[in-house]
């Protein structure tokens, strides 16, 4: 370490005590206001009115899981903690004061009051602050980006859950008709004008149905536990509507304009980046020297004696690490930044990719409903036609059958094709940044 200090003597100790102790109290003020700013901004943020009540939509069942789950919460706790480190990198440019307390082996003591105050650092210090700030604005990215990867989830369970419910609703229409079949083959079995084997057929497809339809009602069971555990809500059949409002999404240009303004995870590594090139122009700082103004005042009590001297002086400090530490720990500071660049880079072309895909399988989706409802009217005709030819006699029991399970095989078609219509359509819209919440983070 090389040091040169320079002092010459300095009257009026107790006006400079009193100087210095006023900054230092009024940074300590300034610093505990920005602190409770920050706070009540947190707690406020996390206050936002939740569904009271169902049933809920999808809205509700979104802003209830990006609000109060508890990895949100989490999240928020870390929003606060990087505030105080922004808080404290900041009072970096204030006063440090310090006390040290000696003794010799006469008896004597020698107590050092000092007050120092940086005047240089070679861009240290406000590197230690850009570096704190943008950790702070990187942790807020991550509450949002928390929300996000949470909203994802949401939406996709959400869409297993009406896709189950639309199947449900039509395997529960085709046992109702398998049933007005049965009713009517007992009947005819009776009277002879039907063989047993129909009526062997037709109970196979009653049991094939219902085992379909316990499937299906499982898959929509796990679907809404999975929900309410993202949402905190008590969550059952009955809490949850929807509807299908099939519209075409904004053009996929928009959608990517949006998303790499607004995506969360984007905004964080920004932010990181941010943070890394501070990082390295702190670690270059550290070959610098360090300017600093001291204030001393030095109080000596020996067995007869007793001195008080004040001086105030120029302290230049330079401490470049043992060996080439510094210049290694730079060079890695840069390739921390490096990576970093190279991994948004990355992450921009992945989320560019899924959002051209997931609005080229939304576009088609959108263009294949109106094929998916003729098939199952066409099918829901050719049944009837099957049914009435059965009476003639110019059909067998095993058309009609087939052609009800072809036209069960139809409504879950449609029923799939509006379910993943809304999924995807979800998907665009968190991709678009159309909720409040990933604006904030801006």
Not at 157 to 181: D, K
Request: proline share 3%; aromatic share 6%.
């Amino acid at each position: 370490m090389t040091r040169h200090e320079g002092y010459f003597k300095w009257h009026g100790w107790s006006e400079c005590c009193v100087l210095a102790l006023c900054t230092v109290f009024s940074a300590a003020v300034l610093s505990a206001d920005a602190s409770e700013g920050a706070g009540a901004s947190s707690l406020s943020s996390s206050s936002s009115p939740l569904p009271l009540s169902p049933p809920y939509r999808f809205d509700d069942l979104l802003m209830a899981g990006v609000e109060g789950n508890v990895r949100i919460a989490s999240g928020r706790s870390g929003v606060e903690a990087a505030e105080q480190l922004r808080n404290a990198a900041w009072q970096s440019y204030l006063p440090t004061p310090a006390v040290q307390v000696d003794s010799d082996q006469e008896g004597g003591s020698e107590i050092v009051l000092s007050l120092q105050q940086p005047l240089w650092a070679g861009g240290r210090i406000d590197a230690g602050v850009d570096a704190a700030s943008a950790n702070a604005e990187s942790a807020i990215a991550a509450v949002s980006e928390e929300q996000y990867t949470l909203a994802l989830s949401i939406i996709d369970y959400f869409g297993r859950y009406v896709q189950s419910r639309a199947r449900q609703e039509t395997l529960h229409r085709f046992n109702q008709r398998l049933m007005m079949y049965q009713t009517r083959m007992i009947h005819r079995v009776k009277f002879g004008a039907s063989p047993e084997n129909d009526m062997a057929l037709l109970e196979a497809r009653v049991a094939t149905t219902a085992g379909r339809l316990k499937s299906v009602q499982a898959d929509g069971q796990v679907a809404l536990t999975q929900l309410s555990q993202l949402t905190n809500l008590s969550l059952d059949s009955q809490s949850i509507v929807f509807d299908f409002d099939p519209v075409m999404p904004p053009a996929v240009e928009e959608v990517v304009s949006r998303a790499r303004q607004y995506n969360p995870t984007l905004n964080r590594l920004t932010h990181d980046i941010a943070s890394a090139e501070a990082s390295v122009r702190a670690q270059r700082a550290v070959m610098m020297p360090n300017v600093s103004l001291v204030l001393a005042h030095n109080i000596y009590h020996g067995t007869n004696q007793l001195n008080d001297d004040t001086s105030v002086g120029i302290r230049i400090q330079m401490q470049p690490g043992a060996g080439l530490s510094a210049y290694s720990n730079t060079q890695a500071a840069v390739a921390q930044l490096q990576s970093l660049r190279f991994k948004r880079e990355a992450t921009e072309q992945e989320l560019l990719a899924n959002i051209r895909s997931t609005h080229e399988n939304l576009v088609s989706a959108i263009s294949r409903q109106a094929d998916t409802k003729l098939n199952a009217q066409a099918a829901a005709n050719v049944l009837s036609s099957y049914e009435r030819l059965f009476i003639a006699g110019k059909r067998s029991w095993l058309d009609v059958m087939n052609a009800a399970r072809d036209l069960s095989d139809a409504d879950i078609a449609v029923a799939d094709n509006e379910a993943e219509q809304l999924g995807l359509r979800y998907r665009i819209d968190l991709y678009a940044a159309k909720y409040a919440w990933m604006k904030k983070a801006q």
